[in-house]
């Protein structure tokens, strides 16, 4: 499976006693994600990680559904000085 991020996807991981999230800023959406890609998301950026098979197959999803961008969406509109 040829599943991997080459930079840093515009997200924000968050985690607590009942679970792990992901916080997709492009789509504005919260998600539960399973411990093992909390993980991988969470160290991509410092290091060369090595994912299992679950864990690759579950990211490719994600982007498939058009989460972890590295781009950030421009939003449009004047704004006051």
Do not use: C, W
């Not at 916080?23 to 290091?47: A, C, G, H, M, T």
């Amino acid at each position: 499976m040829d599943t991997y991020i080459n930079k840093s996807p515009y997200i924000h991981l968050m985690k607590n006693s009942s679970g792990y999230y992901l916080f997709d800023i492009n789509k504005r959406d919260i998600l539960e994600i399973p411990q093992n890609v909390y993980y991988y998301l969470d160290l991509i950026e410092s290091e060369d990680v090595i994912a299992d098979d679950d864990t690759l197959h579950y990211i490719e999803v994600l982007k498939k559904r058009g989460y972890l961008k590295e781009n950030r969406n421009r939003v449009g509109g004047n704004f006051p000085n």
